[in-house]
């Protein structure tokens, strides 16, 4: 389970954005792939993520496509693998959270645990610029075992915004970014206990030629808990 909700931020904060009305933050195509290492709050490497377009469909309005992602852990094991879709339509880019779980992943739990999303689509513009300020979001996530509740966790983004231009420079080589900021709020309610919510901020670099180029997240008391940095890609 953590490293499909490792895999969900990753790939949230990867394809938000879209090009020519549907693809200018990140160039689409067939066999475009994108690896990521992630870090730790030490700035020790956690992890390898790999994004492969597999499809791609091009429409009248936008696109569709089919993108395997995996995740490989700092012992270099296969930790997570799933191929899902996205699109894009008159300049709005849309996912499908549930198509990420994979297949498998009930059976490491409980043959009677049931998962899904609800709300699970999340828009995002083409073109953004400065001083943006986008809607706000939110989603649930639930799990039943036997049809009774196991876990709920309802997530809230807020004060989304496109706050900065700047220039990042990683092993992939040197990018003129646009920063985008996301405040993130947990509510979790497992067993019928609600647990304290959780928050943070996250800033995203994006860059027209790659897209997504680095993240960091920071807790309730701005101390940062993680990065992710872009290591390699082809278009």
């Not at 296969?78 to 498998?104: H, L, R, W």
């Not at 513009?125 to 649930?140: I, R, T």
Request: aromatic fraction near 12%; charge should be negative; glycine fraction near 6%.
């Amino acid at each position: 389970m953590k490293h499909l909700f490792v895999v969900i931020a990753l790939f949230f904060s990867t394809f938000i954005w879209a090009q020519n009305a549907c693809n200018t933050y990140f160039p689409l195509n067939k066999n475009s792939e994108r690896t990521y290492i992630t870090y730790n709050a030490k700035n020790n490497p956690e992890g390898k993520m790999l994004y492969k377009i597999t499809e791609f469909n091009e429409l009248k309005d936008g696109y569709t496509a089919n993108i395997n992602i995996s995740f490989e852990d700092k012992k270099g094991n296969n930790a997570y693998e799933k191929t899902t879709e996205v699109s894009c339509k008159d300049g709005i880019f849309s996912m499908d959270f549930q198509s990420m779980i994979p297949a498998g992943i009930q059976d490491q739990l409980d043959d009677n645990i049931e998962m899904s999303f609800e709300n699970q689509k999340i828009d995002f513009p083409a073109n953004p610029q400065v001083g943006d300020k986008l809607p706000d979001v939110s989603y649930n996530f639930n799990m039943k075992s036997g049809g009774a509740n196991v876990m709920n966790m309802e997530i809230t983004i807020t004060e989304r915004e496109i706050v900065a231009r700047e220039t990042i420079t990683t092993a992939a080589g040197e990018f003129d970014c646009i920063k985008y900021k996301a405040v993130s709020k947990y509510n979790i309610n497992a067993m019928g206990m609600t647990m304290p919510g959780q928050s943070g901020t996250d800033y995203t670099w994006f860059s027209g030629k790659v897209g997504m180029v680095k993240s960091e997240s920071y807790n309730r008391n701005g101390k940062l808990e993680s990065s992710t940095l872009l290591e390699s890609f082809k278009n």
